[in-house]
């Protein structure tokens, strides 16, 4: 059942969030933006506020929270910075969410725990420099010799590629499927920073997102043992989709957090402008951009809250999770714009946020399916070309 009124627990987790926010991020973010800096010296923070194993049931080392209070989380973060809530979305949504439902329980206590308990960090691993939406498309292959697997191929666009200790990571590992782009090809492993042949580097290049790190990977004959193989050989592309199904439900709820992060800073503004003798704020159109950023704000939660309750109820929504993310990342860059638009020179400069919240914004609608891929699967579904079959292992319930 959906149900709007948040428990005294999210209430709880939304206000620790907002008050760390407003004492630890809030003063720095835009000097550490302007740096470019990543600041690792938050992870712990995130890590005490049990940001990092959210969701992760506490005899795995996590705080035990439902799915709904992994959106809090995300909105909450986003409000402050894109950058805060990719960390909530590779760690938590795509890696370890993943390897609560497919990993081992050996795998589960080598990874999970130390992720959830925020000792190590984890990312995800998918795309490459000529594969992104296309992940039929990638190049990396894994050979099995003896009782490993040797991986060798090159990641890109990785987030956290340079922070994370852990990687979920995905290679061709029948090379006859790879020839015939049959995805029951593809096998999930999980790689430590550690292993032999495993590099990393950071894309300077990048102009959004720029508190957080984005780079790349390679993966030079590295030698992975059997047991960290996610699933069964062939099942890592069920894998990988099954890990968006949680990563993109963070991704909505950071982006819905960006679109009340945009309506705060112009409400704020509009009054305190004057234009033609009076606040910006009385004239009709700036009227209708604020209030297309209530609308859209208000209608993004709505949708990433009933994907949230599908989770904590144990129902698919890989359907649910697409259109909350769809609508809230576009809903965000227009929201983002019309608050740049709305602060006028000002929003073209430095000095005021929302012109990072611009430049933030667009990532996520790029990332974990773009606008295109999301609306040809909603246009699927409708026509009947996709339904989602269950797949070995599910995300489970919150009890
Ligand atoms: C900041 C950032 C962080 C990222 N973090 C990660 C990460 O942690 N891990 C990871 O694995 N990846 C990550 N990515 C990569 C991201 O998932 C890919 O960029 C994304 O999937 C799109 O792939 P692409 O860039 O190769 O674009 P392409 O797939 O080449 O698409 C280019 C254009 O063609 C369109 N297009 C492609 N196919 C179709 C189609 N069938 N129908 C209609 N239009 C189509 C696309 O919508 C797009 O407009 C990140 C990207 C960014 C920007």
Known sequence: MLNLDLTEEQQLLEQ?????????????????????????????????????????????????????????ASEEL???????????????GLNSLTLLSWGTE???SRYLIPQAQG???????????????????????????????VLTGEKMWISLADVADN??????????????????????????????????GTLKEKWGILAGNTGFFKMDEVEVPQDNLVGREGEG?????????????????GATGLIRACRDASVSYAKQRKAFGVEIGSHQLVKEMLAQMESDYQASRLLWMRAGSLKNAGRRNTKETGLAKWFATVASERAASDAVQIHGANGYSDEYPVGRFYRNCKGAVIYEGTREIHKVMQADYLLGYRTDRPTRCELPPYA
Request: charged share 25%.
């Open 16 to 72: 620790s969030v907002r008050e760390w926010g407003a004492r630890a991020v809030a003063p720095r973010i835009h000097d550490l933006d302007r740096a470019h800096q990543f600041d690792r010296a938050l992870l712990p923070q995130m890590a005490d506020l049990g940001l990092l194993g959210s969701c992760i049931p506490q005899k795995y080392g996590g705080a035990g929270m439902d799915y709904v209070s992994l959106g809090i």
């Open 78 to 92: 986003e409000y402050l910075d894109t950058s805060l809530r990719v960390i909530v979305s590779v760690h938590v």
């Open 106 to 108: 050996d795998q589960k």
């Open 119 to 149: 000792q190590k960090i984890a990312t995800y691993g998918l795309t490459e420099p000529s594969a992104g939406s296309d992940a039929r498309g990638i190049q990396s292959v894994a050979i099995k010799k003896g009782d490993r697997y």
């Open 167 to 200: 990687f979920l990571v995905f290679a061709w590992s029948d090379l006859e499927k790879k020839k015939q782009r049959d995805p029951n090809g593809i096998s999930a492993f999980i790689i430590e920073r550690a292993f032999k042949g495993f590099s990393s």
């Open 237 to 253: 592309f069920k894998i990988a989709m099954f890990a968006l199904d949680q990563g993109r439900y963070t991704v909505a709820a």
